[in-house]
């Protein structure tokens, strides 16, 4: 089946480090990009950065670059997603989404979504 | 503050067609596809039209996406209840290198 499944809710201090992990099944992982996305409480969509499985290459929003960190592990099919330094609008639903081989930067599979709780 | 620009909310009956806008700019919209997601609160988002115009695989014919210059449309025709979610449009930003979302549209079926 293909699908991404994400690690479970946070609870963090404000100043702490959190990292999201994103497993991948069911496709060829490296042929694939992965993007994250975080959506605040009530809030709308807002992209964290993204990554190449296969070459490992990152890109961050320019809003947060000096704080996200995005890697990806090929032999465990997963990406993480780590963001440092927290503050308490870092608070939202963490999604990660792979990037159609078809369309650039077209989200067509989602995981879950993580809560991270900044507080 | 998003990047693109969409109406917060929409309203229509059912079996009608509703238009939701997405306006943006040359360095986003104007150069780049449009996608757009429905999100059901609670859920993930879900991709509807990308490339503009371009339905994935099992998405309704009634979802049907259109783009002039800088701005862009999605028409859902033949309204349900189940239609009733927020809708995001998003493209690349060639000058902010990265992926832009617009505030998002809840729509509601009367």
């Known amino acids: 089946q293909v699908q991404l499944v994400q690690s479970g809710a946070e609870v963090k201090k404000p100043g702490a480090s959190v990292t999201v992990s994103c497993k991948a099944s069911?496709?060829?992982?490296?042929?694939?990009?992965l993007h994250w996305v975080r959506q605040a409480p009530g809030q709308g969509l807002e992209w964290v950065g993204w990554i190449s499985a296969g070459s490992g290459s990152a890109k961050y929003s320019q809003r947060i670059q000096d704080r996200v960190k995005i890697t990806r592990d090929i032999s465990a099919t997963t990406t993480y997603m780590e963001l440092t330094n927290l503050r308490s609008e870092d608070t939202a639903v963490y999604y990660c989404?792979?990037?159609?081989?078809?369309?650039?930067?077209?989200?067509?599979?989602w995981g879950q979504g993580t809560r991270v709780s900044v507080s | 503050q998003s990047v693109l620009t969409q109406p917060p909310s929409v309203s229509a009956a059912p079996r009608q067609t509703v238009t939701l806008s997405c306006s943006g700019s040359?360095?986003?919209?104007?150069?780049?596809?449009v996608n757009w997601y429905q999100q059901v609160p609670g859920e993930a988002p879900k991709l509807l039209i990308y490339y503009d115009d371009l339905r994935p695989s099992g998405v309704s014919d009634r979802f049907s996406g259109s783009k002039s210059g800088t701005s862009a449309s999605l028409a859902i025709s033949g309204l349900q209840s189940e239609d009733e979610a927020d809708y995001y449009c998003?493209?690349?930003?060639?000058?902010?290198?990265?992926?832009?979302f617009g505030g998002g549209t809840k729509l509601s079926v009367l």
């Open positions: 998003a493209a690349w930003d060639d000058s902010l290198n990265g992926q832009v």
């Open positions: 989404a792979r990037e159609s081989v078809a369309a650039a930067a077209t989200c067509d599979l």
């Open positions: 040359s360095s986003n919209v104007g150069s780049n596809g």
């Open positions: 069911g496709y060829d992982f490296t042929l694939y990009a």
